[in-house]
């Protein structure tokens, strides 16, 4: 796939996300325009970087360290992803998802 041709598949990802985030939570969530060239998250929902991946072919540990770099004190780091014909899947620390556990529980 050419350089375009994967932008633009990765900015449809992230739209399609952003469009289904604002369905679920009943507010607008926009993505982050030009973050590309900037190496941070795409969608930021207060505490939640998220980085949006649409991708066959997963690399999910180097996914994992781009949006940590950026994810500061409180916040969560968190890798939303979709292969063609598959539901969008989500990984997070796990000390994060224990915390939310035992917040629930």
Not at 21 to 44: H, V
Not at 61 to 86: I, L, M, N, T, Y
């Amino acid at each position: 796939m050419s350089g375009r041709a994967s932008r633009n598949k990765g900015a449809t990802a992230e739209r399609e996300l952003a469009a289904m985030l604002s369905d679920e939570l009943g507010f607008p969530i926009k993505r982050k325009l030009g973050q590309a060239r900037e190496g941070g998250d795409d969608i930021q929902v207060q505490n939640y970087r998220l980085e949006v991946k649409r991708r066959e072919k997963l690399a999910i540990d180097a996914w994992c360290k781009q949006v940590e770099d950026v994810a500061g004190p409180g916040e969560w780091p968190v890798v939303v992803f979709r292969r063609s014909g598959q539901k969008w899947r989500a990984v997070v620390p796990i000390e994060l998802l224990i915390k939310a556990m035992r917040e629930k529980l």
